[in-house]
């Protein structure tokens, strides 16, 4: 996690929050659909690794990113992010907990590559840096 955040730093630095969040996301989808078409461990680990760097990226950027869309508002904004987080936090392993007792473990863990996708999805609808903000009203 920390590697993974410090590393998110230097990666908004460089390359801003969009083109850092949409990496993240589909860094994320590849990793677990590389874990999820092996049976090699050594690959399986590795698809973990990733998408453990991955999505540790995506906390730090999604409060960024709310403060910027609420620039009027920027604590309410953050708030309704970090409920969401940690409900998704403790959801989450349920989820497919869940899925993987009716479906099968490698088809609850394919909710985790498509929730990269969606990231990725959302990533691309950030605003550029430097683009104008739009008033909170």
Do not use: Q
């Not at 907990?97 to 099968?104: I, Y």
Request: glycine content about 18%; charged content about 10%.
């Amino acid at each position: 996690m920390a590697v993974g955040r410090l590393g998110t730093a230097g990666a908004v630095r460089i390359f801003g929050n969009r083109i850092t969040l949409v990496c993240a996301g589909l860094l994320t989808a590849a990793g677990m659909a590389l874990a999820l078409v092996t049976r090699e461990p050594a690959l399986v680990v590795g698809g973990f690794l990733v998408v453990g760097l991955a999505l540790s990226s995506v906390a730090p950027i999604a409060f960024s990113v709310a403060g910027d869309v609420a620039p009027g508002g920027t604590g309410a904004a953050v708030s309704v992010v970090t409920t969401l987080g940690y409900g998704g936090f403790l959801l989450g392993p349920v989820l497919v907990g869940g899925l993987a007792e009716v479906l099968g473990l490698r088809a609850a863990l394919l909710t985790i590559a498509l929730a990269g996708i969606a990231i990725a999805l959302l990533g691309a609808r950030v605003a550029p840096e430097g683009a104008p903000k739009e008033e909170a009203g």
